[in-house]
């Protein structure tokens, strides 16, 4: 049995706690915030259960479903309304759907019939030569329609990011290993489509969350890890000693241990590392992290005309508009507004959007409300509104993104027992960081 501190009570390093901890180690958790979970941050509040970070994730049967099995949240999981299979995305000033089959297809007005027809020719682009950017990868293979009106707002909606600075390997491997796997997306979709049929359970997974929110998950795990979570223990500085035990000091104590999981936000492992690995915290520190405000609207149902039949609404960037989308929150899962109410959660900022910063919460709620005023019909003013600021909220995967891991995994080699997981490595979604923590305790094996 060994001895681990795990640095960050987000997601990632409770889920890493609780996975070594079934594999035989002692584990101990510190946090800086006053709450674990990170970026989950569920509030209920005037009747609206309002998400300020993920509002789902999907649940693909691996770690997630492990976890709630073992944790008994069966019961308290949610699988999203079969409506959120449809999605909008805003085009000529309405919401469109994005077309679900072959026939709606060939019918949607989302694309010109060259930029249709020219699909048929994507089977026989040849692979990248180099390293693309995700938009490069798009226009390539599926022209340049394909980038503005379904994969740019497609990366705005999951990273906040600019598809010309993101990496098309790191930030979207599915897609990207299509292309390798198969030498074509459309080829390679089909054909996993039809293995996935075959091998039972649908592919692509359900979309989940829980009855009290997203912070149910990290809420349990702490609580299934009792007084081995220490809140508001920032640490503050990592050592390690001639023998190989490691130090971490928090809260003017010193904690020792055999390993430590940073599961902390890329940039502040990289101070915690600045004093053992130089190259290293310059790596972690290149990772960018773009601020994007999260801006929950309740309406009176009577006061919005659109059907909110669906998952949301994506902006694309060439509409012009900041807004980057907006959730039908309601819509997804039960229990999130009060009768006759509908709940929307809206999302501005971004990688190319970072001077939001700047402004008050009540200015980004009132552009967020003036945008999508016309495009949703909504009358009047919200009967509740929340805010939440993420200065630095998600890691962007960029070109180079893949080389600088490779680094860090090369100096990582240097400190036996330092282990890094988080967001900014393995995947951002929560079910990503969910498979990568236990990945971890399989790496570092049984106590
Ligand atoms: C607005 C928003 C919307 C999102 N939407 C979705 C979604 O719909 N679906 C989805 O799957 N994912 C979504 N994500 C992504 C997902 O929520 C995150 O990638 C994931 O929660 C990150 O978890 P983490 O544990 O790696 O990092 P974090 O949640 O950032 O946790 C890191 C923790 O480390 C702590 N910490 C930092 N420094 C120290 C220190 N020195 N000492 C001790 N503790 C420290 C922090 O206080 C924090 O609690 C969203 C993210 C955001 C911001």
């Known amino acids: 049995m060994a001895e681990i501190i795990i640095i960050g009570a987000g997601i990632s390093g409770l889920a890493s706690a609780w996975f070594l901890k079934q594999s035989g180690h002692q584990v101990q958790i510190l946090e800086a915030g006053p709450q674990p979970g990170g970026c989950l941050r569920s509030e209920q509040s005037d009747g609206f259960l309002v998400e300020a970070g993920p509002n789902s994730t999907l649940d693909r049967g691996d770690a997630l479903g492990e976890l709630v099995q073992a944790l008994g949240l069966e019961q308290e999981m949610l699988e999203a309304n079969r409506a959120a299979r ?49 938009a490069e990868f798009v226009r390539r293979r599926l022209g340049h329609e394909f980038l503005d009106w379904a994969v740019d707002p497609f990366i705005s909606g999951v990273y906040a990011g600019d598809a010309e600075a993101l990496s098309v390997r790191a930030a979207t491997a599915r897609i990207y290993a299509l292309e390798a796997e198969y030498g074509s997306l459309i080829l390679g979709a089909i054909m996993r489509m039809v293995r996935g049929r075959r091998s039972g359970p649908a592919p692509s997974g359900r979309l989940v969350s829980f009855r009290r929110g997203m912070q149910s998950l990290p809420n349990a795990i702490a609580d299934a890890l009792g007084d081995a979570v220490h809140l508001q223990h920032a640490a503050t500085h990592l050592s390690q000693s001639p023998g190989g035990r490691w130090s971490v000091r928090a809260n003017d104590m010193d904690y020792s241990a055999d390993h430590v999981v940073l599961a902390a936000p890329a940039y502040h492992a990289a101070e915690l590392v600045a004093s053992l690995d130089a190259t290293m915290a310059d790596s972690l520190s290149q990772i960018a992290y773009p601020p994007v405000a999260s801006i929950a609207l309740g309406f009176a149902r009577n006061r919005v005309a659109h059907p909110l039949d669906g998952f949301g609404m994506l902006i694309p960037r060439c509409t012009g508009l900041q807004t980057l989308g907006v959730l039908f929150s309601s819509t997804l899962f039960p229990g999130r ?58 890691p962007q995967y960029e070109l180079g993104h893949l080389d600088r891991l ?22 951002i979604s929560v079910a990503d960081c969910l498979n990568s923590a236990k990945a971890l305790a399989e790496t570092i094996g049984p106590g």
């Open 337 to 394: 507004a009060p009768d006759h109410t509908v709940l929307l959660t809206a999302f501005i900022g971004g990688a190319r959007n970072t001077k939001i910063t700047d402004r008050e919460d009540t200015a980004l709620a009132t552009h967020v409300l003036r945008d999508l005023r016309p495009l949703l019909g909504i009358q009047g003013e919200p009967v509740f509104s929340r805010v939440r600021l993420w200065p630095r909220a998600i």
């Open 86 to 134: 449809r999605r909008y995305i805003l085009k000529d000033n309405r919401p469109v759907a994005l077309p679900g089959g072959p026939v709606a297809f060939f019918k949607t007005p989302l694309f010109s019939t060259d930029a249709k027809l020219r699909l048929l020719l994507e089977p026989f682009h040849g692979r990248a030569t180099k390293e693309e950017s995700v």
């Open 406 to 427: 490779a680094g860090i995994d090369t100096s990582l080699a240097r400190w036996p027992g330092l282990h890094l997981r988080a967001n900014w490595r393995d995947g």
